[in-house]
Every structure is written in structure tokens, then in C-alpha cells.
């Protein structure tokens, strides 16, 4: 049962919960609006899809706790919550956070601070926690849904030519040098490839990378480096390596003999992104006249020689099948789970950037003194 009374200068909706406990709405104008609100009440009640209000009083800090308390959390999700969602959310009930304010953090706060993709995988999981606490009974709706934000399209990133990826290379120091031939040769995420270890790094008659589930990808978060899973369940897996690249793996495994990482920076640390960008990728990128060094493909990114390996396999015609295991990625469609990877399919691959490695490439590393190491 629900009423409306006066209450002050306007009106307030009593009703009784499940537990004969009476619990009050105050902030009605007039009375039918409060009327309105108490037969809505009794409707859901009725139909038994009515919200317990007093649930909605949790905080999102104590239902983030809740909900990853039910789910595997990685650590990356939780630098999202402690880095983006709790600074802005900690501390409010989850049935106060309003649609148009959630609107207003992603338009006013994280767009004009990040990219676009960055803020709509924040916006996307802030949706799927509290669509959580839909179903569990905490509010009635979800305020992240049918915001109508219109993110931009991603451009298309740029990609690398066997001749450009020399050129970076030989601009770094042999070690970061290898590292950039690598990631455009074997497709290897950044985490992947700093967290690289020389156990998981095979260079027998079978030369391969092996991506460890549990500790295959090196991640930095508050500033500490540390070992945890690769970016998704598909992207443990093996990588092949052609023969000119297990080669070169060999003569720097010889130069580095004590070493547990493959690739690391001044004095055998670990590797950071931003120091390696500024240290060594920007400065291979913009060149140096004093060197000689024009630039060179300017706006792309490390990340962006995953994409130069992909339009490397296309062009060399790998099938889609081997293309979506070598990049660690989930198959999708009908096609890919009927598909099926053969030796010949890996052999001809190998064969094809090899070759494309002794007809474009084949640049040979030599210690420069005009190349500082650069600093991990």
C-alpha cells in the first residue's frame, strides 16, 4: 500500500517495504504528483518489479567491491576504476548518479583529456557495473544508457614499410633496434614484448615465442611494473618467428647471456613506455639533421608496427584464420571457427617474411657511438 500526504509546503509518498518497514519519498510539488508516484509504487509492488529504494544507497565505492568481488578483475581494470571512475563517482549512492551528469564526466572531464577510444572503454565499463546493479535490484535504470554521445570514428593508423622499419631501428640503439624489428615482424603487443622472457623465447628447430597466460605481458600501473596476463584469454598463444629473426634473437641472447627479460633498457631495466618514446621513438621518428636523419612517418605510434605487421600479411597473402591466432585475437564469425591453421599455411608465412626481410631489409646492427643507450 502507498499514500500521498502534505508535508511542509508540498507532499511526500509513504508506503510499506517487504519488510512492513514504512519508507518515505518527500519532494512532490503538488498532490497528484504524488499520487501519480504512489500508484506507480503499488503497481510495481504488484507486479513484483519494485525497486527496494533503501538498496539504492549504496555507493558505487561498495558496489565496484561487490561486483568485482563476482568477476575476474584484472589489474588494468582496476587502474581504471582507481585512475578515471572513483575520482569522480567515489562516495555517491548509485541511485543518485543521474544520467545527464554521467553525460557531462565524459563530454566535460575524460574527452578533452583522452582519446575518444579511451573514454568510450571507460564509459562502456561504468555501463556494464551499474547495468549489473539493474539486475541486481540497486536501481531501476541504467544512467550510462542512450546518453547520445557521438564519438569520432578512429582515423586509420598509419603503417611502416620494410625500408621505414629499418630506418627507425638503425636510429636506436642495437637493443631497441631489435626490439622495433621484432614488434614489426612478429605483430607482439608493447606489454608483450617488454615482458618477453627468455624462457617463454624458443630458438630451437622450431623457433617461436610462446605469450604466457598468467604472466605474459609486462604491465605498469601507479607506476610500478610488474608481470600479469596478456590483454585477453585468445592472446596467449604461440608466435612463429622466421629464421633471419631467430638468428638475430641469438647473437643478442649471446650479447645479454644474464639477462631474464629479452628487451630491456639501461642497465638491464625493465622497459617504460613513456621513457622509450621520448628516448628512443620520438627521436627515431623526427630525425636529426646533424645525423642526417630526415623525419620519418611522424605520427605513428609503437603500437602502430602491430598494424604494419598485419598489412605486411595481407599483402603477402596470409589467411585470415592464421592472421587472427598469430595477433592473438578471439574469433568472431562462422568462417574463423571453422577454419583451421596447417603447418604449410605457418611455413609460407615464415618463408614470406623472411624474404621480404633479405629483399627490403637486412639491415645489420653495429654499435654506434653516436647512439647513446638509451635509459629503461
Known amino acids: 500500500m502507498a499514500?500521498?500526504?502534505?508535508?511542509?509546503?508540498?507532499?511526500?509518498?509513504?508506503y510499506r517495504l517487504d519488510d512492513r518497514s514504512i519508507f518515505t519519498e518527500t519532494g512532490f510539488?503538488?498532490?497528484?504528483?504524488?499520487?501519480?508516484?504512489?500508484t506507480d509504487v503499488e503497481s510495481d509492488q504488484r507486479r513484483h518489479r519494485f525497486t527496494d529504494p533503501r538498496l539504492a544507497e549504496t555507493t558505487i565505492d561498495e558496489w565496484i567491491r561487490q561486483w568485482s568481488d563476482a568477476h575476474r578483475v584484472a589489474d588494468i581494470t582496476w587502474a581504471t576504476y582507481d585512475s578515471h571512475i572513483l575520482p569522480r563517482w567515489s562516495g555517491t549512492p548509485v541511485g543518485t548518479i543521474a544520467r545527464i551528469a554521467v553525460k557531462g564526466w565524459v563530454n566535460?572531464?575524460?574527452r578533452p583529456n583522452m582519446a575518444d577510444k579511451s573514454t568510450q572503454d571507460i564509459l562502456v565499463l561504468f555501463s556494464m557495473i551499474l547495468g549489473e546493479a539493474v539486475d541486481e535490484g540497486l536501481i531501476g535504470a541504467n544512467p550510462c544508457r542512450k546518453l547520445r554521445i557521438t564519438f569520432e570514428d578512429r582515423p586509420e593508423r598509419p603503417h611502416a614499410t620494410t625500408d621505414e622499419v629499418d630506418a627507425l631501428a638503425g636510429r636506436m640503439s642495437p637493443d631497441n633496434g631489435l626490439m622495433t624489428i621484432t614488434a614489426a615482424y612478429t605483430g607482439l603487443r608493447w606489454d608483450e614484448i617488454t615482458g618477453l622472457q627468455w624462457t617463454r623465447t624458443h630458438l630451437d628447430e622450431n623457433p617461436r615465442i610462446e605469450i604466457d597466460p598468467k604472466f605474459g605481458a609486462l604491465h605498469e600501473m601507479k607506476g610500478r611494473l610488474?608481470?600479469?596476463?596478456?590483454?585477453?584469454?585468445?592472446?596467449?598463444?604461440?608466435v612463429h618467428l622466421p629464421p633471419f629473426l631467430a638468428d638475430e634473437l641469438r647473437a643478442h641472447r649471446d650479447r645479454n647471456p644474464h639477462t631474464r627479460f629479452v628487451f630491456t633498457g639501461a642497465n638491464g631495466g625493465l622497459h617504460r613506455r613513456s621513457n622509450f618514446r621520448h628516448r628512443a621513438w620520438l627521436p627515431a621518428l623526427t630525425g636529426d639533421k646533424d645525423k642526417g636523419w630526415s623525419p620519418l612517418n611522424t605520427e605513428m605510434h609503437f603500437h602502430d608496427l602491430r598494424h604494419t605487421h598485419e598489412t605486411w600479411l595481407i599483402e603477402d597473402g596470409v589467411p585470415r584464420i592464421l592472421r587472427l591466432v598469430r595477433f592473438g585475437h578471439k574469433r568472431k564469425d562462422v568462417d574463423d571457427l571453422y577454419s583451421h591453421i596447417t603447418q604449410h599455411m605457418i611455413e609460407t608465412m615464415l618463408h614470406a617474411l623472411h624474404q621480404r626481410w633479405e629483399h627490403d631489409g637486412g639491415w645489420t646492427w653495429h654499435e654506434n657511438p653516436a647512439i647513446a643507450p638509451e635509459a629503461a
Not at 3 to 14: I, S
Open 3 to 14: 499514500w500521498a500526504e502534505k508535508h511542509g509546503d508540498g507532499f511526500r509518498v509513504r
Open 29 to 38: 510539488a503538488d498532490r497528484n504528483e504524488a499520487e501519480n508516484r504512489a
Open 108 to 110: 566535460k572531464t575524460l
Open 226 to 238: 610488474e608481470l600479469g596476463p596478456p590483454k585477453t584469454p585468445a592472446s596467449a598463444r604461440t
